[in-house]
């Protein structure tokens, strides 16, 4: 019957472009304006308009009462319609979500097809029912033709044909029981030929063949009848099977569940995607109260029939839609679905409702892993910065006081230039683990940005926090087993107080990061916020910024630190060091100013700079005639791990003209980590000639599996080693260790920070000859070294 009404609207449109076609003929013709037979059209379909401006329904369309044909143009503008002709009615959106105009435009341009939506019946505007539209359209005026009928009236077509075609067969059997009696000898063959095919038509079998037509009178009329009936019922019945089948397999492979109940709440219908969902088979639950059977709240309880949307849905005549609610499989597992319940009309009246629902579950998953991805960190899977924020929100309600502590990775950068960031990211786990095992549950361990974490800890006075983040620091630096590599690592704590420093999360926050950079200022492990500390952290600030433009306005300058043998007295070479004379604040000092330059990437051109400078330098005193002269520049760890460092270093020997021997480029243990390439970059610089460098030895790197096998010529002794040389027997023996090691595997030693006579001769008895420090001679310019030069030379003699 589907089929029948569905082709009903296709011939109504069809035959209607038809008309139009015949009307533009007669246009171009010159027969007849445009005008005129656009207007034709529209009353041919809908009548003339009345006085208010409205057109009458045609009642020639045979598919139902409310049935009509209208016109709209693709920019959605009613043309030819009872209610709304002249009206834009592309943004009408109706009472199940549907943009009505849109998909029939849209179905119309795509060659023509069928739109269903719901619409209020025109003689009660309450009643929502679906309707079916076809709209194609017309290749003459670009017209979309639709012809719409609601569902209730979209057989009526196909069942007016069946009626006629049983009318028509009872009209017929009855003549040939008349006819027979009239004319039993004469017309014997034909009628038993006509009652057998209609006994057999009953039962649903066309596969008797044509009756043959004896003669033209009644006989013959009747016997055409019957055969026209025949055909025409054979179609009908087909019609009705495919419609079945469709209905069938629309309902079985729809993809979501579907249940029909009665105004009692009685189930009469289930499709087997419900009973998949649900668990029960159809014949389970038929007349059964579908709503006591399934519905239920989320906690398991028993959902109350009143405040059920269905019944609503049956009172109020309207169609509802839940985005979540739960259902119960017939084994007792509650899961979450999402559905539609419409009301069932018959002739107008509410005779049940029509839910169709599906299985949210796996929606509901991924909604909830993408919440958590919102408000965690996807690497430690600790709660990030919005989810921080919203727990001191929430904390500021419930507890008088807490602590905001903000944890950094020391030296973080430098490891993760080093060795990459995939090595970076399990030192970030490593730490997170820790936290986590060291905190109490009741404490908030989160991660904010970069290598910076997060701990709210309530209720904590100053000593006990102050005792807290001992036990943390030490958890976190016992040595971490890191793939290959056995590493120190250590963070730096800055916290703030609620509600002393702070009476919201951000200032908190504030406060606490102002407090971390104080204490790594400082190079103390923990600090306490202060207000006096915001004045520094705007200095810092300022200072940040001004080292922008400090190189171009000159304001950077080197000073050079004499290296000598204390055997001979003589100079070897000097240590470039690099200074910063600020024009506002004076001096400022290189540990203040060099983690500037490291964090904001500044040290690379900066560093290029030192490096080209002292090379200069070097080369005027060569020129001036102290060719046995050296010079050693620090490399950056961003420098060492610049890709253009070995051209930049070839272009600068090059361009000062100084033996690439006398160049001694200094690196940090850290730099080693990442063993393949240091080899590549040491045995670059070891090509070119220059000599390397190892600074600060015995400080960081934990492994000395590089001395072995990198081209390394010399090693600093760091100056905390030779500080309490002679008081601290530790000291003596790393010291003693140091230069132990540096001559068995035939590398030089150098001590640094040599500033007592005592220490110089410890050094001298260790056999470490080679010394820099204010013993000797503090950081001298470049002609405060030419003008001392005996005096250094002096001095170094008198210490012999």
Same mark, same amino acid.
């Given at each position: 019957?589907?089929?029948?009404?569905?082709?009903?609207?296709?011939?109504?449109?069809?035959?209607?472009?038809?008309?139009?076609?015949?009307?533009? $003929?007669?246009?171009?013709?010159?027969?007849?304006?445009?005008?005129?037979?656009?207007?034709?059209?529209?009353?041919?379909?809908?009548?003339?308009?009345?006085?208010?401006?409205?057109?009458?329904?045609?009642?020639?369309?045979?598919?139902?009462?409310?049935?009509?044909?209208?016109?709209?143009?693709?920019?959605?503008?009613?043309?030819?319609?009872?209610?709304?002709?002249?009206?834009?009615?592309?943004?009408?959106?109706?009472?199940?979500?549907?943009?009505?105009?849109? +998909?029939?435009?849209?179905?119309?341009?795509?060659?023509? /097809?069928?739109?269903?939506?719901?619409?209020?019946?025109?003689?009660?505007?309450?009643?929502?029912?679906?309707?079916?539209?076809?709209?194609? $359209?017309?290749?003459?005026?670009?017209?979309?033709?639709?012809?719409?009928?609601?569902?209730?009236?979209?057989?009526?077509?196909?069942?007016?044909?069946?009626?006629?075609?049983?009318?028509?067969?009872?009209?017929?059997?009855?003549?040939?029981?008349?006819?027979?009696?009239?004319?039993?000898?004469?017309?014997?063959?034909?009628?038993?030929?006509?009652?057998?095919?209609?006994?057999?038509?009953?039962?649903?079998?066309?596969?008797?063949?044509?009756?043959?037509?004896?003669?033209?009178?009644?006989?013959? +009329?009747?016997?055409?009848?019957?055969?026209?009936?025949?055909?025409?019922?054979?179609?009908?019945?087909?019609?009705?099977?495919?419609?079945?089948?469709?209905?069938?397999?629309?309902?079985?492979?729809?993809? +979501?569940?579907?249940?029909?109940?009665?105004?009692?709440?009685?189930?009469?219908?289930?499709?087997?995607?419900?009973?998949?969902?649900?668990?029960?088979?159809?014949?389970?639950?038929? =007349?059964?109260?579908?709503?006591?059977?399934?519905?239920?709240?989320?906690?398991?309880?028993?959902?109350?029939?009143?405040?059920?949307?269905?019944?609503?849905?049956?009172?109020?005549?309207?169609?509802?839609?839940?985005?979540?609610? %739960?259902?119960?499989? $017939?084994?007792?597992?509650?899961?979450?679905?999402?559905?539609?319940?419409?009301?069932?009309?018959?002739?107008?009246? *509410?005779? /049940?409702?029509?839910? *169709?629902?599906?299985?949210?579950?796996?929606?509901?998953?991924?909604?909830?892993?993408?919440?958590?991805?919102?408000?965690?960190?996807?690497?430690?899977?600790?709660?990030?910065?919005?989810?921080?924020?919203?727990?001191?929100?929430?904390?500021?309600?419930?507890?008088?006081?807490?602590?905001?502590?903000?944890?950094?990775?020391?030296?973080? $950068?430098?490891?993760?230039?080093?060795?990459?960031?995939?090595?970076?990211?399990?030192?970030?786990?490593?730490?997170?683990?820790?936290?986590?095992?060291?905190?109490?549950?009741?404490?908030?361990?989160?991660?904010?940005?970069?290598?910076?974490?997060?701990?709210?800890?309530?209720?904590?006075?100053?000593?006990?926090?102050?005792?807290?983040?001992?036990?943390?620091?030490?958890?976190? !630096?016992?040595?971490?087993?890191?793939?290959?590599?056995?590493?120190?690592?250590?963070?730096?704590?800055?916290?703030?107080?609620?509600?002393?420093?702070?009476?919201?999360?951000?200032?908190?926050?504030?406060?606490?990061?102002?407090?971390?950079?104080?204490?790594?200022?400082?190079?103390?492990?923990?600090?306490?916020?202060?207000?006096?500390?915001?004045?520094?952290?705007?200095?810092?600030?300022?200072?940040?910024?001004?080292?922008?433009?400090?190189?171009?306005? =000159?304001?950077?300058?080197?000073?050079?630190?004499?290296?000598?043998?204390?055997?001979?007295?003589?100079?070897?070479?000097?240590?470039?060091?690099?200074?910063?004379?600020?024009?506002?604040?004076?001096?400022?000092?290189?540990?203040?100013?060099?983690?500037?330059?490291?964090?904001?990437?500044?040290?690379?051109?900066?560093?290029?700079?030192?490096?080209?400078?002292?090379?200069?330098?070097?080369?005027? %005193?060569?020129?001036?005639?102290?060719?046995?002269?050296?010079?050693?520049?620090?490399?950056?760890?961003?420098?060492?791990?610049?890709?253009?460092?070995?051209?930049?270093?070839?272009?600068?020997?090059?361009?000062?003209?100084?033996?690439?021997?006398?160049?001694?480029?200094?690196?940090?243990?850290?730099?080693?980590?990442?063993?393949?390439?240091?080899?590549?970059?040491?045995?670059?610089?070891?090509?070119? /000639?220059?000599?390397?460098?190892?600074?600060?030895?015995?400080?960081?790197?934990?492994?000395?599996?590089?001395?072995?096998?990198?081209?390394?010529?010399?090693?600093?002794?760091?100056?905390?080693?030779?500080?309490?040389?002679?008081?601290? !027997?530790?000291?003596?023996?790393?010291?003693?260790?140091?230069?132990?090691?540096?001559?068995?595997?035939?590398?030089?030693?150098?001590? +640094?920070?040599?500033?007592?006579?005592?220490?110089?001769?410890?050094?001298?008895?260790?056999?470490?000859?080679?010394?820099?420090?204010?013993?000797?001679?503090?950081?001298?310019?470049?002609?405060?070294?030419?003008?001392? %030069?005996?005096?250094?030379?002096?001095?170094?003699?008198?210490?012999?």
């Amino acid at each position: 019957m589907n089929r029948l009404g569905a082709q009903g609207l296709q011939t109504d449109v069809r035959l209607t472009i038809e008309m139009i076609g015949a009307l533009d $003929k007669q246009v171009k013709a010159g027969k007849v304006s445009l005008e005129e037979a656009q207007e034709e059209v529209k009353v041919a379909l809908l009548g003339k308009k009345d006085t208010n401006g409205k057109r009458p329904t045609n009642p020639l369309l045979k598919l139902g009462k409310h049935s009509f044909i209208f016109i709209i143009n693709s920019a959605g503008v009613e043309l030819a319609h009872p209610d709304f002709e002249g009206q834009n009615v592309w943004d009408i959106k109706t009472t199940d979500g549907v943009y009505s105009t849109q +998909e029939i435009v849209k179905a119309a341009n795509n060659g023509g /097809g069928f739109v269903t939506y719901e619409w209020p019946l025109p003689n009660n505007q309450n009643v929502h029912v679906p309707k079916i539209t076809y709209a194609e $359209k017309d290749p003459y005026w670009n017209w979309i033709i639709c012809a719409g009928a609601y569902l209730p009236d979209f057989n009526a077509g196909a069942y007016r044909v069946l009626y006629i075609l049983l009318i028509t067969l009872g009209i017929s059997l009855f003549a040939g029981v008349i006819v027979i009696l009239w004319f039993s000898k004469k017309l014997t063959k034909p009628i038993l030929q006509v009652a057998h095919q209609a006994k057999l038509i009953a039962r649903g079998d066309y596969t008797e063949e044509v009756i043959e037509i004896t003669s033209n009178d009644e006989i013959g +009329e009747l016997v055409t009848n019957f055969t026209i009936m025949k055909e025409n019922q054979k179609k009908a019945e087909e019609h009705i099977r495919q419609s079945e089948a469709f209905l069938q397999s629309i309902t079985t492979h729809m993809g +979501e569940g579907m249940v029909v109940i009665d105004t009692e709440g009685r189930l009469t219908f289930m499709n087997p995607e419900a009973e998949q969902l649900l668990g029960w088979l159809e014949e389970e639950c038929l =007349n059964q109260n579908l709503h006591d059977l399934i519905h239920r709240r989320k906690d398991g309880t028993t959902f109350p029939y009143e405040e059920c949307p269905t019944s609503n849905s049956m009172k109020m005549g309207q169609v509802f839609r839940i985005s979540e609610d %739960w259902f119960l499989r $017939k084994d007792g597992h509650l899961f979450p679905v999402s559905y539609a319940t419409s009301p069932l009309f018959e002739e107008g009246i *509410v005779t /049940g409702s029509i839910i *169709v629902f599906r299985d949210i579950s796996m929606q509901k998953e991924v909604q909830e892993r993408i919440e958590y991805m919102a408000f965690h960190d996807e690497l430690t899977k600790l709660p990030n910065l919005r989810f921080l924020k919203e727990k001191l929100a929430k904390d500021m309600l419930i507890h008088h006081s807490f602590a905001v502590l903000i944890l950094d990775i020391n030296r973080f $950068k430098q490891i993760n230039e080093a060795l990459g960031h995939a090595f970076g990211d399990l030192i970030l786990q490593y730490v997170a683990s820790r936290l986590k095992e060291q905190v109490p549950s009741h404490v908030f361990v989160g991660r904010l940005t970069g290598d910076e974490f997060a701990i709210i800890y309530p209720n904590l006075d100053q000593e006990e926090l102050a005792a807290f983040c001992k036990i943390v620091q030490e958890q976190i !630096n016992k040595p971490m087993q890191v793939k290959h590599l056995l590493l120190n690592v250590s963070v730096t704590i800055g916290g703030s107080l609620y509600p002393n420093h702070g009476n919201d999360g951000d200032e908190l926050l504030k406060h606490a990061n102002i407090a971390l950079m104080e204490a790594s200022q400082q190079h103390i492990p923990y600090q306490m916020y202060k207000s006096s500390m915001d004045g520094k952290a705007l200095d810092r600030l300022v200072l940040e910024n001004d080292l922008h433009y400090a190189l171009q306005k =000159n304001e950077l300058h080197l000073v050079y630190q004499p290296q000598f043998d204390i055997l001979t007295g003589e100079i070897q070479g000097l240590e470039a060091l690099l200074r910063w004379y600020h024009p506002k604040y004076g001096p400022i000092s290189p540990v203040q100013f060099i983690p500037m330059a490291e964090n904001t990437g500044l040290i690379i051109p900066i560093g290029e700079w030192v490096l080209r400078t002292a090379c200069k330098q070097l080369k005027e %005193w060569h020129v001036y005639g102290l060719s046995s002269l050296t010079i050693a520049v620090n490399l950056s760890s961003r420098q060492f791990y610049s890709q253009d460092l070995i051209d930049t270093v070839k272009e600068i020997l090059l361009e000062t003209g100084i033996p690439s021997k006398d160049l001694e480029l200094e690196i940090t243990e850290s730099m080693m980590m990442n063993m393949e390439h240091a080899s590549k970059t040491l045995q670059d610089l070891k090509k070119l /000639g220059c000599k390397i460098a190892i600074d600060d030895f015995g400080t960081g790197y934990s492994s000395l599996h590089y001395l072995k096998h990198l081209p390394i010529d010399r090693l600093k002794i760091d100056k905390s080693f030779i500080k309490d040389l002679g008081e601290n !027997n530790q000291d003596d023996t790393i010291v003693s260790t140091i230069i132990s090691m540096a001559q068995h595997l035939q590398l030089d030693v150098i001590a +640094e920070g040599v500033e007592t006579e005592e220490q110089k001769n410890i050094l001298r008895k260790k056999q470490c000859t080679n010394v820099q420090g204010y013993l000797y001679s503090p950081p001298l310019a470049p002609q405060d070294f030419l003008q001392q %030069w005996p005096q250094l030379l002096q001095k170094a003699k008198n210490l012999n």
